[in-house]
Antibody, heavy 120, light 107 residues
């Protein structure tokens, strides 16, 4: 069974940093693109970043470019999101999502999310 | 960026009803359209990918159609477990974008 478990969220002051982790199991992690998607409280879904299998292609939503860095460790079956320069508008539940092997994106498995709150 | 809209934003329905939700893209996205279901306090779940392909394990009462800019998610006979919020998402190009959601509530 596919499992994705996020961790690393918390309360941080504006301008601060957090590193989110996503531990995965139940599938061959290195064969999948992986993504982060966030959801502000009571709001809709917002794609944040995607990384290809070996990390050779990476994409970000414009609002996090230059502040967030997505990475992965295929030996540890883990996905990461380094978040710097955090802003109040980054407050959200951050989901790790399994993406495609090839072809169009489809987020077919999700973790339960880790909550990031940016506030002074 | 490709903007996604959904209508209605919410609807009230009864068990057994046929429910239709519409999603529109700001430009043609061919069939690069996914549908997700999200229940309160839970992670989203993929229902339909590439506009009309049913994700493994999803009941056949869910179906998707459309291409280009206009898409539809249909629930043929609403069940109690289907009360949730439904999101569409385009997968043509970055930035990947979601619709604002349609909340299906009990009448």
């Amino acid at each position: 069974e596919v499992h994705l478990v996020e961790s690393g969220g918390g309360l941080v002051q504006p301008g601060g940093s957090l590193r989110l982790s996503c531990a995965t199991s139940g599938f061959t992690f290195r064969t999948y693109w992986m993504s982060w998607v966030r959801q502000a409280p009571g709001k809709g879904l917002e794609w944040v970043a995607t990384i290809k299998q070996e990390g050779g292609e990476i994409y970000y939503v414009d609002s996090v470019k230059g502040r967030f860095t997505i990475s992965r460790d295929n030996a540890k079956n883990s996905l990461y999101l380094q978040m710097n320069g955090l802003r109040a508008e980054d407050s959200a539940l951050y989901y790790c999502a399994r993406d495609k092997i090839v072809g169009p994106t489809k987020f077919d498995s999700w973790g339960n999310g880790t909550l990031v709150t940016v506030s002074s | 960026d490709i903007q996604m809209t959904q209508s209605p934003s919410s609807l009230s329905a009864t068990v057994g009803d046929r429910v239709t939700i519409t999603c529109r893209a700001s430009q043609s996205i061919s069939n690069y359209l996914n549908w997700y279901q999200q229940k309160q306090g839970k992670a989203p779940k993929l229902l339909i990918y590439e506009a009309s392909s049913l994700q493994s394990g999803v009941p056949s009462r869910f179906s998707g159609s459309g291409s280009g800019t206009d898409f539809t998610l249909t629930i043929s006979s609403l069940q109690p477990e289907d009360f949730a919020t439904y999101f569409c998402q385009q997968s043509l190009r970055s930035p990947l974008t979601f619709g604002p959601g349609t909340k299906v509530e009990m009448k």
